[in-house]
């Protein structure tokens, strides 16, 4: 949780390294010395806010000898922002022997960022830590001067201007300061510390920080990449599962949608769990509708009716849903089988027989096709989709316009309905009608349910025996 300390000078955000981290000893100091850093980092993005999060969440780099190397700073400047990471009267670790007494600042020098702000919002910061601490010019110091290591890198070449730059700032405050930096609590606990030598031992290798600084930002790019995909493919799921479609059908949540919740542990794995009214029963526990698709009666008619004869299996459709991830990409359900057509004869309602264009365009093509090889031997279609997608009574798939329901062929020639145990089925017919299902130019078939184990590009199904059940491939859609 952060806040932020307005003063006219300069608002500092506040984002603390928790107490008790490794990179927060907790020993009072009472500063005498600012101390001056540059990140050392130029990759894009490597502004004030990624070293924050890499002091608070990760703090340390792996020595040569595989020991991590702990390393903490008091404040982050760059053209945005100021960052307060440790209160003003505890040590950090970033300058060796300047951790004893001093604060210590790390400018940043990120290639996207606005290098000659960062150094005029550091150099005011400073400025008014002097004022509060009564601190004179002299005592602003670079890492440089503690150990050797050439540090901060921009600014040791032009270290005088940025001194005059401080002074100006510092000249330029309002004698009557009444807003303040450090808090009244920083300046009670400001004690001289006796350091021991693991205070004065660690000092910042901004390469580093700098490496671990930017693997971060890579892996915090590819998440953001992964969120951006998965949040694509997420509204693309509510669009399809509660989006009205041609016809104003939602097709996969008609009842609506009560609970959405988006989850993503990037960069492999995201969650979706989109819910319907809660008073609508699981599919697991839901009974069975009775197939009433397959009570219609079968008659020569061009677009037969809905009278019920009890013909077909009457224990409902069983074959499993089409895949749901299908249901992101399916083209609309907005083409009808309209009769006549060469080759083909219909049972059933015409409001069932809604497909994609191309499962219309497929079945006429193979009545065509058949119809030449087979001159007065007509296919049974039954059962598509209905008009938009979506659930069918009776079935739990035919939602998406590629599933269709064919009639097996009698060696009469009869337009009637034949299980393949009847002594009218033609085992030959029917075994041609599946070849050129399969075959077909049009649309790839996925599968074909259908129960005599005898024709060859079938599989068994239960309650297929007088019909079989044709799924068209979406993958090539």
Same mark, same amino acid.
């Given at each position: 949780?952060?806040?932020?300390? &307005? %003063?006219?000078?300069?608002?500092?955000?506040?984002?603390?390294?928790?107490?008790?981290?490794?990179?927060?000893?907790?020993?009072?100091?009472?500063?005498?010395?600012?101390?001056?850093?540059?990140?050392?980092?130029?990759?894009?993005?490597?502004?004030?806010?990624?070293?924050?999060?890499?002091?608070?969440?990760?703090?340390?780099?792996?020595?040569?000898?595989?020991?991590? /190397?702990?390393?903490?700073?008091?404040?982050?400047?760059?053209?945005?922002?100021?960052?307060?990471?440790?209160p003003?009267?505890? @040590?950090?670790?970033?300058?060796?022997p300047?951790?004893?007494?001093?604060?210590?600042?790390?400018?940043?020098?990120?290639?996207?960022?606005?290098?000659?702000?960062?150094?005029?919002?550091? +150099?005011?910061?400073?400025?008014?830590?002097?004022?509060?601490?009564?601190?004179?010019?002299? *005592?602003?110091?670079?890492? !440089?001067?503690?150990?050797?290591?050439?540090?901060?890198?921009?600014?040791?070449?032009?270290?005088?201007?940025?001194?005059?730059?401080i002074?100006?700032?510092?000249?330029?405050i309002?004698?009557?300061?009444?807003?303040? #930096?450090?808090? /009244?609590?920083?300046?009670?606990?400001?004690?001289?510390?006796? $350091?021991?030598?693991?205070?004065?031992?660690?000092? @910042?290798?901004?390469?580093?920080?700098?490496?671990v600084?930017?693997?971060?930002?890579?892996?915090?790019? +590819?998440?953001?990449?992964?969120?951006?995909? *998965?949040?694509?493919?997420?509204?693309?799921? #509510?669009?399809?599962?509660?989006?009205?479609?041609?016809?104003?059908?939602?097709?996969?949540? $008609?009842?609506?949608?009560?609970?959405? &919740?988006?989850?993503?542990?990037?960069?492999?794995?995201?969650?979706?769990?989109?819910?319907?009214?809660?008073?609508?029963?699981?599919?697991?526990?839901?009974?069975?509708?009775?197939? !009433? +698709?397959?009570?219609?009666?079968?008659?020569?008619?061009?677009?037969?009716?809905?009278?019920?004869?009890?013909?077909?299996? $009457?224990?409902?459709? %069983?074959?499993?849903?089409?895949?749901?991830?299908d249901?992101?990409? *399916?083209?609309?359900?907005? *083409? /009808?089988?309209?009769?006549?057509?060469?080759?083909?004869?219909?049972?059933?309602?015409?409001?069932?027989?809604?497909? #994609?264009?191309?499962? @219309? /365009?497929?079945?006429?093509?193979?009545? !065509?096709?058949? +119809?030449?090889k087979?001159p007065?031997?007509?296919?049974?279609?039954?059962?598509?989709?209905? !008009?938009?997608?979506?659930? @069918?009574?009776?079935?739990?798939?035919?939602?998406?316009?590629?599933?269709?329901?064919?009639?097996?062929?009698?060696?009469?020639?009869?337009?009637?309905?034949?299980?393949?145990?009847?002594?009218a089925?033609?085992?030959?017919?029917?075994?041609?009608?599946?070849?050129?299902?399969?075959?077909?130019?049009?649309?790839?078939?996925?599968?074909?349910?259908?129960?005599?184990?005898?024709?060859?590009?079938?599989?068994?199904w $239960?309650?297929h025996?007088?019909?079989?059940?044709?799924?068209?491939?979406?993958?090539?859609v």
């Amino acid at each position: 949780m952060s806040e932020t300390i &307005e %003063t006219t000078t300069v608002p500092i955000l506040v984002e603390l390294i928790a107490q008790g981290r490794p990179n927060r000893p907790g020993k009072n100091i009472n500063p005498k010395y600012i101390t001056v850093h540059n990140t050392s980092n130029v990759s894009k993005g490597a502004g004030a806010k990624a070293h924050s999060k890499f002091v608070r969440e990760t703090g340390y780099y792996v020595l040569p000898n595989g020991q991590k /190397q702990w390393v903490s700073w008091h404040l982050t400047v760059d053209d945005t922002y100021v960052i307060k990471h440790l209160p003003f009267n505890e @040590i950090a670790w970033h300058a060796g022997p300047g951790n004893a007494a001093s604060i210590g600042i790390e400018i940043c020098m990120n290639s996207d960022g606005d290098q000659a702000v960062a150094n005029k919002k550091a +150099a005011a910061l400073i400025a008014q830590l002097l004022k509060e601490l009564k601190l004179e010019i002299g *005592a602003v110091r670079t890492h !440089q001067s503690w150990t050797g290591k050439y540090c901060p890198t921009l600014l040791i070449g032009q270290w005088a201007a940025f001194l005059a730059m401080i002074k100006a700032a510092r000249d330029a405050i309002d004698p009557k300061l009444d807003d303040f #930096i450090i808090s /009244q609590d920083e300046r009670n606990e400001m004690k001289d510390l006796e $350091p021991s030598d693991e205070d004065l031992r660690p000092e @910042i290798d901004h390469d580093e920080v700098a490496r671990v600084v930017s693997s971060e930002l890579r892996t915090q790019s +590819a998440e953001l990449g992964a969120y951006s995909t *998965a949040l694509e493919t997420f509204n693309a799921l #509510i669009n399809k599962a509660a989006g009205v479609h041609e016809h104003a059908r939602p097709r996969l949540f $008609p009842k609506g949608i009560d609970y959405i &919740e988006f989850s993503l542990k990037a960069p492999t794995e995201l969650k979706f769990i989109i819910a319907g009214p809660k008073s609508r029963p699981s599919t697991s526990s839901s009974p069975e509708v009775p197939h !009433q +698709a397959h009570e219609d009666h079968l008659s020569g008619e061009a677009d037969g009716d809905d009278s019920p004869s009890g013909y077909l299996d $009457p224990e409902g459709d %069983t074959v499993p849903e089409e895949n749901w991830f299908d249901a992101l990409s *399916a083209p609309p359900v907005n *083409a /009808q089988l309209v009769m006549p057509k060469t080759g083909l004869w219909t049972y059933g309602s015409a409001s069932k027989r809604w497909g #994609i264009q191309r499962t @219309i /365009q497929a079945l006429t093509a193979v009545g !065509q096709s058949f +119809a030449t090889k087979h001159p007065g031997v007509s296919i049974g279609i039954g059962d598509v989709s209905k !008009q938009g997608g979506g659930h @069918i009574p009776g079935h739990k798939s035919h939602r998406l316009g590629v599933d269709v329901d064919v009639l097996p062929l009698r060696s009469d020639h009869a337009k009637q309905g034949v299980t393949w145990k009847d002594a009218a089925y033609s085992r030959v017919l029917t075994q041609d009608l599946v070849h050129h299902f399969l075959t077909n130019s049009v649309f790839p078939v996925r599968l074909i349910f259908f129960n005599d184990s005898k024709v060859k590009g079938v599989q068994p199904w $239960p309650n297929h025996d007088n019909h079989l059940h044709v799924r068209f491939n979406l993958d090539v859609v």
